[in-house]
């Protein structure tokens, strides 16, 4: 059946999260002395488990606001490397991070190009893990958002990927059928396995070179450019 749309991932998919993460992890080390016992690659890690945790268990549950979350997040890298972590010095470090981050945002290169190619085709809409204001403050920023005919984001439906239920509100919003749609992603927990267990088809965006845990599940795309040729691989 050709595909009648196309889901995309946000995070790491059409945003590029971890670069524009990198980029304000750099500076906020250069600038706080007691980061600098470790390289950037380690603290890159240890913030990356940290994200992760206060994220799902916290920023998606409710029980902390993204700010407060990102000031749980440094007080812990602080105490991490055996730093005091008054919590003046944490807010003022969180808060240098937001505004570094903020600065450096920066769309996945190709992402702005395929969509427009994708959307002379057909329809399209983003599943996200995150929260609706985040998620419409990065569409808006790159011009994507008016590209996107359905937003549906983790927090405000309540369900979260890979429940095969989240993939479902946005067919359904959209007025498809799961045979009808492609989803694009790179997590394969989340994007992939939840997609194909919703019944979409699903392109695996690997742009680390990572092994494919199943090349029968789904398509695999290194980039998203030249968009004509990545279009095609999505939508055959």
Not at 36 to 53: I, K, N, P
Not at 146 to 158: H, R, Y
Not at 173 to 194: C, F, H, K, N, Y
Request: proline residues 7%; glycine residues 8%; negative net charge.
């Amino acid at each position: 059946m050709p595909a009648h749309a196309v889901l995309f991932d946000l995070d790491d998919t059409l945003f590029d999260h971890r670069a524009t993460l990198r980029t304000a992890l750099a500076a906020v080390r250069g600038e706080v002395p007691a980061f600098q016992a470790l390289d950037l690659d380690d603290l890159e890690r240890r913030h990356g488990v940290l994200l992760e945790e206060l994220h799902h268990a916290g920023v998606m549950q409710g029980v902390m606001s993204v700010d407060q979350s990102r000031e749980e997040r440094f007080r812990r890298l602080l105490e991490g490397v055996g730093a005091p972590a008054p919590p003046g010095l944490v807010a003022s470090v969180a808060a240098r991070y937001r505004n570094l981050y903020a600065a450096s945002r920066r769309p996945v290169p190709g992402a702005l190009a395929l969509l427009e190619v994708l959307g002379r085709r057909v329809r399209l809409g983003v599943v996200s893990n995150n929260i609706l204001a985040e998620q419409e403050a990065k569409l808006a920023e790159f011009g994507m958002r008016p590209l996107v005919d359905v937003l549906v984001v983790s927090a405000e439906e309540g369900v979260a990927k890979p429940d095969p239920a989240i993939f479902r509100i946005a067919l359904s919003r959209l007025g498809i059928t799961p045979g009808e749609a492609v989803m694009v992603g790179d997590s394969w927990p989340s994007d992939i396995v939840g997609a194909t267990r919703a019944g979409l088809r699903a392109v695996w965006l690997n742009r680390t070179g990572e092994p494919c845990p199943d090349p029968s599940l789904a398509a695999e795309i290194q980039s998203l450019e030249p968009a004509a040729s990545v279009a095609q691989v999505i939508l055959s």
